[in-house]
Structures are given as C-alpha cells and as structure tokens.
C-alpha cells in the first residue's frame, strides 16, 4: 500500500485521506490538517471531536496521538487535525511540582508565547478527551534533515526568542529533543510541562547567549508582557496556575527588565537537563 500523504484538507473540494489513512498518518508524525491558520487550529482544537489513535510509549507521562475533526452544522466533512493529548490522569507524581497541575503548565505556556506575539509553541488548550480533562496540542511535522544537536549552539533568532520566553516561564526542563525545527524555518518549543515554579529551576539546553544584553525587540516584549499580566493575560494564568505562581512570573520579567541581560546559570544547583537531548 502506499504511504498515507499529508494533505491539505482546509480547501473546499481538496483531497481527504481515508479515516485509516488520516490513523496511519498521524502514527507516522504526519500533519494530517496541511498548514493551518492558528485561530482555526485553536477553535478546532477546543471544539472538535478528539479520538485517541496511538500512545507514544516512550513519555514520562500519559501522552496520546490523536485526531480532532471539526464540528460543522451541514454534515460536510469538516477539517480533520493531528494532535497531542495528555490527560491530567496521566500525570506521573514529581517531588517539585504539585500533582495534576502540569496540562495547566502547559497551556500557561502557550498563553504567554500567544501574548509575547512570538507564537514560539504550537496551538494548545485544555478540554476533555476521551481520558478525562487534559491538554490538547496542534501536531507539528519538523524538518528531519535538521539535527537539533547541531543547531543548539547557533545564534538562531527563533532560539533566542524561545530562551527569553524560557526565563519568564522558570523552565525546568528545555531539552535539546523539545525542540522542534519546522519546514518553513520557525522552531518551536514543546513538552512545557515543567513551568512556573515560583522557586529558581530554569534547566536548559539554550545557555548560548548567558549573560549576553537582551535586544530592543526582546525588551519590548518584556514590557508588553509586564503590562499585559497586570490584566489579560494575568487573568488568564490565573485560571491555570496559583497566585504565587503568576506573581513570581511577574518577578522574574521585572529583574529581565532591570539587567537587560540573559540570565546565568546557577552554580548552586543542576543548569541543564538530564538527559540534555
């Protein structure tokens, strides 16, 4: 049998792969849905028909590859989307991170990628699924003729912007392999679980630019960010982490802003996650 393709089926009249073939594709990290828009994907995210099709076994926790079709009102074949799911009761315990909390980090994340305008990680939400609540994420195809291992000391504006967002975010885990470099050149960061914690636990593969000045553009969108928690996006953390949490986010924009500098590793504690990549 031939290889299921990848087909763009946002077009009228466009091509549809079979309901096994769009299974098949999806098992093989194909995007199923061509490039879409990002408020379609979000609004197809949020309101389609989730269906589990596979389990990526090699995950720490619960992670499921799946489906979402859109709902539309006329019965015509709605646009069908790959995607990540990873329900809250799947969620192993950690020592450093209260349980069932890490979906919520994960959309937070993507919150604040979406208010930075950098839009450095892929379309998420939180929803029911099959198993329970969970976090849903747009499926993204990467380039495979790019070696993350090669690309992570490079001075790489896409990187850059992703290590920014990773200070503000307080991420504890950016491994090499939670990278992901895509076709048209962008690179997004996924697997942002591990976020937020009010206590210093940044770990990184991304200490390229340590202490090195923060641009005019990442400055401002520093302050975009610090004026924004103080409403909308404030509000929506809110509704995903603790207090505390929002608060020490805010914190760590403010002593962005006041050194203008990346931050250094600290020598009192792990810098760089295990395994790296």
């Keep these: 049998m031939a290889e299921p393709k990848s087909v763009d089926n946002t077009e009228p009249g466009a091509p549809r792969l079979t309901r096994e073939e769009m299974e098949a594709a999806a098992l093989e990290g194909r995007q199923v849905a061509g490039p879409l828009d990002r408020d379609v994907a979000l609004r197809i995210l949020r309101e389609g028909e989730l269906t589990v099709v596979g389990r990526l076994l090699s995950a720490s926790n619960a992670t499921f590859f799946g489906l979402v079709e859109e709902r539309t009102?006329?019965?015509?074949?709605?646009?069908?989307?790959?995607?990540?799911?990873?329900p809250i009761r799947g969620e192993r315990p950690l020592t450093d991170f209260p349980d069932g909390t890490l979906a919520c980090r994960e959309v937070a994340a993507h919150t604040v990628s979406e208010a930075s305008g950098w839009d450095v990680i892929p379309p998420t939400v939180m929803r029911d699924g099959p198993f329970g609540r969970g976090m849903v994420q747009l499926w993204m195809e990467v380039d495979e003729s790019v070696d993350v291992t090669e690309i992570?000391?490079?001075?790489?504006?896409?990187?850059r912007r992703i290590a920014v967002l990773d200070a503000v975010l307080n991420n504890a885990d950016r491994k090499g392999g939670h990278l992901l470099p895509l076709p048209d050149g962008r690179i997004l960061g996924v697997d942002n679980g591990l976020c937020f914690?009010?206590?210093p636990k940044l770990r990184?593969?991304?200490w390229r630019w340590r202490g090195q000045p923060l641009n005019d553009d990442e400055v401002e969108v520093?302050?975009?960010?610090?004026?924004?928690?103080?409403v909308g996006l404030g509000d929506r953390l809110r509704d995903l982490l603790s207090p505390q949490e929002v608060l020490a986010t805010a914190r760590r924009i403010d002593a962005l802003l006041e050194q203008k500098l990346f931050p250094m590793p600290d020598r009192n504690r792990p810098v760089i996650p295990?395994?790296?990549?």
């Design 222 to 230: 520093l302050l975009r960010l610090r004026k924004d928690l103080g």
């Design 274 to 277: 295990w395994p790296p990549f």
């Design 73 to 86: 009102p006329d019965d015509r074949p709605g646009i069908v989307a790959s995607c990540v799911y990873k």
């Design 152 to 159: 992570v000391d490079d001075d790489l504006p896409a990187l």
């Design 197 to 199: 914690a009010v206590a």
């Design 204 to 206: 990184t593969v991304l």
